[in-house]
């Protein structure tokens, strides 16, 4: 293990967890932030040496007491992974501001006070901070309202970081994850609905945890040490395609 220090917010499960998981395998010594206890614990038992911290990105005083967790446990911080976010899909008719808050709390406020309460640390040496935004955040979608608002303003918070921390050596990238073949998004997608992707996807498929975390963990390393303030769309092509009709796919 090397004596760098990578922090994954959300990282209990899914693209948190596979980006951990592969952090751990580079050598990197892994902090893990979930307000899920238990699934926590589960997920860092199989990391031997990861720090998993109960912190719930919203709010402000248990974001700053786990960092300050990291700071005395670690003594450093070189990566900050912004992943904890909630999926929440309905119209706009039916989106009460309680929910769209709910909604902004984790996605946007959460990379918000994670970046500020980092930034301190990440400082001393420079950094990299990766956020996870989300193709909805690219390209509007039918009952995103507020979760593809929320990605949308994570994508543009990404670029004012870049522009602000560059001076200080510190990188701010953005990943937009596709469909991405979890196991909820399993669980909720009917056959409809993942046979609709495949036809709108030029990949013809759903991407795995695992390709989403080797973007990101690109992105944190010393090989992206020049690029700064770019939305990386892992998605199979389906940003690209826009709106088409998927039965002239074969015709050309």
């Known amino acids: 293990m090397n004596d760098t220090v990578a922090l994954v917010t959300g990282a209990a499960r899914g693209i948190g967890l596979a980006t951990a998981n592969l952090f751990h395998a580079e050598g990197k010594r892994v902090v893990m932030l979930d307000r899920d206890g238990e699934e926590l614990a589960n997920a860092a038992a199989t990391l031997p040496g990861a720090l998993a911290i109960i912190c719930d990105v919203s709010i402000p ?52 006070l994670m970046s500020q309460a980092c930034l301190p640390h990440l400082s001393v040496r420079g950094g990299a901070i990766i956020n996870i935004a989300s193709i909805s955040g690219l390209r509007a979608s039918t009952l995103r309202i507020a979760y593809g608002t929320s990605k949308a303003a994570v994508i543009h918070l990404t670029k004012q970081q870049a522009a ?27 056959p409809e609905i993942r046979a609709a992707y495949h036809d709108a996807i030029p990949l013809n498929r759903y991407g795995t945890e695992r390709e989403i975390a080797d973007v990101i963990c690109f992105l944190a390393s010393d090989r992206a040490s020049y690029v700064t303030g770019q939305v990386v769309a892992s998605d199979g092509g389906f940003d690209a395609t826009g709106v088409g009709l998927p039965a002239l796919r074969g015709s050309s």
């Not at 560059?166 to 997608?189: D, Q, S, W, Y």
């Open 164 to 190: 602000e921390l560059g001076e200080f050596g510190i990188r701010a990238n953005c990943v937009c994850p596709g469909p991405v073949g979890t196991k909820l998004a399993l669980a909720v997608h009917s």
């Open 61 to 112: 005083q248990q974001v700053a007491q786990a960092v300050a967790e990291v700071e005395q446990t670690c003594g450093r911080l070189d990566i900050l992974v912004n992943n904890a976010g909630v999926a929440d899909f309905g119209p706009l008719a039916e989106t009460d501001f309680a929910r769209w808050r709910r909604v902004m709390e984790t996605n946007l406020d959460g990379v918000f």
